[in-house]
């Protein structure tokens, strides 16, 4: 589609993504240039002579040392991880079969109670979470990982069963009608045959979903008060500022650090990722 | 193996009724085809069979068994699809195989009736492959494999060729006579396309808009179809029609309309003799035409204007008009004529059809 | 059954006794399978959006389970100035960064749709301020605007657009600016992907066929590009603005709502009243004033949606 000369690819296609590519990668970069840079280099005032901002010749580990010996950062790792995971497992397990009903079944109110999960799809966790915390402590779970587990996958319910209708839309429905002549009840149809045909959606949904719960802030910040019991996002927070000063090494450190079991799980299932964005906002 | 009668059956779908009570009776070893334009019921029909649409009226028996409330598993049947519904998931064996190890059968039974089937239909080489691997054809036989390793007593068949080109169509056609003949196992066959009904069934069954529009062996519905419908579905080219009126003529009757005069045959001045001063459908199908030499009465020809003449090779089809109407005429392939030539034509009077102005039914002597 | 009676033998008919298979019944399946979901969906956000209500009318405050006070909460809400710089940042917020989402995020969308050597990998990186969680890549860029060390500043400095320090977090203009930016820079990715996936969707042939017509460039996105891209654009902004109306996490890290309330949006008021200084119920009362407005949003948005997929 490009016609024209050299320059015209330049000014309209290499620059313009070249930029945009600065623009949207750079705080990373930073973060990782002051995960590793001294103390020293880090608060050196902007206008000192020999100022190298995009780089470092001292390179340290001083920063993450910190964040494993004097905070309790493992264990927040360990917290975000087993949250995100059994938040995710129980969301995918809700979501499918949900997503099956809804997409494959005839039965009353189907159709409103689509409309239903796509409007609480829609509800933003700010909206309800002084009331759930009230409940949370009702229910005695405050400040136990499962004040999470069990109210994350009030966001993450309707995005996979969303997600899910879509893929089992997609599904021809004379699969099933073949299995349930060949002997399968509506059940094993559904096990044996749509279910697995399915699993790319699921995985979509499962990555996505592991993001999301992973990225989640406001409820852990509410419902999580004592240290050993804090996600990443949260501990980061609370644990690394106190009252205005910032550790900045060991904040950034932290934000890397925690920000890699996400770029892991990501690269390994990009395609899927996008299929999940894309698809999440298909009707 | 079994029979399966259908006997008054309706489907309303909300407000659409699509199957306005059908009744057929099918003999164990059967082939039989259903066959009309979509939406004639034929497929809601099959299905109600297969137990994938409830029965909203009327009752499905196979064999003895009236099966109306039985769920499609428990019913021992077989279907194949127009969209083959291989498990996309599963090797071919496992496709295959799952409906008998939903049946529990042992695994050297599997096996051995898996082989079997997969040696008749010629897919042996292809057992471990996906279903993804393989040609349009090749999937076609994998799902005729899945209905036969069950051995059930009925196979049902969803339109199963017509995703296949034109070529492939015609072999899977005559494989599928040749596995019939072989398995003997009743089938009820739906397509809407009225050669593959004519050369597959034991019996057609034309439908149109839920009813049940005549049922005959293939030869029945094309030398005596029972209304204007089924005569123009059957036969292609299509059977050519014109509308005229029916006139007393001394003795005999003619029919007449501006562009032509004919003589109503003998046989039929009869039953026609009731029909005079009323409008009827004069039908003549393109090979009961020729060109007239002059040695026919003059009752049994009329004048049409060439239009297109297509060569076939084997024939010509002379697209002619007459008046009003276009007709179709198969005529000797050393004919000659040019388009806005106007020629005689010649009708065979022991193969002309008429039908009734309004009913649309057959006259017959 | 007339047909059968009308047989002129007696005929055996097994009508059989189908077995119990309650799960074949579509209804029951789908009622059986839907049960977890509408449990824990009535449990954590039905039944908190009735206690929220409830909350709303009353003056709880924690651990003082509070009196029925009708809607003075929201009556006390009506004539807070806070509130009121609330309700304005939340929508100059959303607005100015909806737009800034859109164009960037469609113009990156068109030179992502064209083939070129690590466009896999590119795509890939692009969506990386989407996945990392908000708040720590938000630390990123409060590092980034720090008052002395601002990494900004120095480039800003070094070439010679600014002579004196910009203080981005320590006024009011400046620090929505601020939170306009990293909002912006978090949202786009995820406009750029979807609005991709749309473009994909779209057969080049149209293009061509216009090009071929003798269409410009620019006519040809906005007569062929942008109407086919409408319904995929109409739902992406539909999500973001959901998700930026109601933002906790950036503004939350970036500033907490100050200097002096200038960047309070309704989240984080609602999180410093509820949370912050225990008044349960003013603060329920902030979050669920959020959802009339949202609702106006998501009602007017899905007509559109209708009325341009009808179209």
Known sequence: MIEGEAWRRWVYFRIPLALFLIFLLFPFYWMVITTFRPDGELYRPWRAVNYTPFWTWNPTLDHIKYLFSETMFATWMWNTMFIALASTVISLFCGVLAGYALSRLNFPFAGSLGTGIFITYLVPQTLLFIPLSEIIRNYKLGD?????????????????????????KAVPKELEECARIDGASRWQAMLYIIIPVAVPGILSAGIFAFTLSWNEFIYALVFLSSPEQKTVPVGVVSELIRGDVFFWGPLMAGALLGSIPVAIAYSFFVEHYVSGLTGSVKG | MATVSIREVHKHYDDFHAVKGVSLEIKDHEFVVLVGPSGCGKTTTLRMVAGLETITEGRVLIGDTVVNELPPMDRDIAMVFQNYALYPHMSVYDNMAFGLKMRKFDKAEIKRRVDNAADILGIKDHLHRKPRQLSGGQRQRVALGRAIVRNPQVFLFDEPLSNLDAKLRVQMRVELKKLHQRLGTTAIYVTHDQVEAMTLGDRVVVMKDGLIQQVGEPLDLYNTPANKYVAGFIGSPAMNFADVIIAQNGSGLVAANNAIKIGVPEHLTAPLGAHVGMPATFGIRPEDLRIAD???????????????????????????????????????????????????????????????????????? | MAVAASTATPERVIVPKPKWRPLESERNLAWLLLLPTMVLLGLFIAYPFMRGLMLSVTDSRVGVPGEFVGLDNFRKLAVDPIFHAVVWNTCLYTLVTTIFKLALGLWLALLLNRTFKFKAFTRAFILLPFIIPTVLSTFAWK???????????????????????????????LAMLSIIIVNIWRGVPFFAISLLAGLQTISPDLNEAAAIDGARPWQRFWHITWPLLLPVTMVVVLFSVIQTFADFQIVYVMTGGGPANATHLFATYAY??????????QGAAVSLAMFPILLLIVIAQLLYIRRVEVR
Request: some cysteine; overall charge negative.
């Open chain 1, 144 to 168: 136990t990982p499962w004040s999470l587990i069990l109210t994350y996958p009030t966001f993450l319910i309707p995005f996979c069963t969303w997600l899910m209708m879509g893929y089992f």
């Open chain 2, 294 to 365: 002059g040695s026919e009465p003059s009752t049994q020809t009329f004048e049409a204007v060439v239009e297109v003449a297509e060569q076939l090779g084997s024939e010509i089809l002379l697209d002619v008009s007459c008046g009003p109407n276009s007709m179709v005429a198969s005529v000797d392939p050393t004919v000659r004529v040019k388009p806005g030539e106007k020629i005689r034509l010649a009708f065979n009077p022991k193969r002309a059809h008429f039908f009734d102005g309004t009913t649309e039914a057959a006259v017959r002597g």
């Open chain 3, 143 to 173: 590092w980034m605007f720090d008052p002395t060390f601002s990494v900004l500043n120095w480039m800003l400095y070094q070439t010679g657009m600014i002579r004196v320090a910009i203080n981005w977090l320590g006024d009011g203009d």
């Open chain 3, 272 to 281: 410093q009243l509820g949370v912050g200084t225990g008044l349960l119920s």
